[in-house]
């Protein structure tokens, strides 16, 4: 190859280098970015009204003995299923990921004989599962139970709680009534 050849290919390969550079350069003197603070996205989220904040802090807007009430077991059998993995429901059954949940209402939290609970189900052994807690705890269990090894996200819905712990009363020798409407 002749040394004249080979410099068109050099200087082809510098021209096309100089112009990308170059471009860049320009488009960043036409459109100026500025570097955030903190690297990510602002989300702006509206604040919860007086109604969000009062539903948050005193639970379902109607009762949950209203909901017990009208709620309906199969449903929650259904609605349990997913539990089914990690929780047995029959009286004596073994524990599996979690503790079994043959009379789990009203029976001491961090109380399942033979399993191993985490620091945040420990630190609630004096509390019992009334219908309020497994209510609370099903909604949101790591804001019920700081520090539990529990990792399900929860049952946002009112009436579909309720139906899973109406299901759950069920599962007793003796269950135990649900609280007045």
């Known amino acids: 190859m ?17 112009v990308v550079f170059g471009l860049k350069e320009l488009s960043a003197a036409i459109y100026h970015s ?19 904040e009062a539903q948050a802090a005193t639970g379902p807007a109607v009762s949950l003995g209203t909901l017990l009430a009208s709620a309906d ?55 019992k599962w009334t219908y309020e807690n497994l209510d609370a705890f099903l909604k949101d269990p790591k804001t019920a139970t700081p520090k539990t090894k529990m990792v399900y996200a929860g049952v946002k819905r009112d009436q579909a709680r309720a139906d899973i712990i109406a299901y759950l009363a069920s599962l007793s020798d003796a269950p135990k009534p649900f609280p007045a409407p």
């Open 2 to 18: 002749e040394s004249f050849e080979f410099n068109k290919i050099a200087g082809a390969v510098l021209a096309t280098a100089l």
């Open 34 to 52: 500025e570097t955030p603070e903190k690297p990510g996205y602002a989300i702006e989220v509206a604040e919860a009204g007086a109604t969000g």
């Open 73 to 127: 077991p199969a449903k929650g059998a259904s609605g349990a299923k997913a539990c089914a993995a990690c929780h047995d429901f029959t009286k004596g059954g073994p524990n599996k990921t979690g503790p079994g949940l043959w009379d789990v209402v009203e029976r001491g939290i961090a109380a399942h004989e033979g399993f191993a609970y985490s620091d945040g189900m420990k630190a609630r052994s004096a509390e």
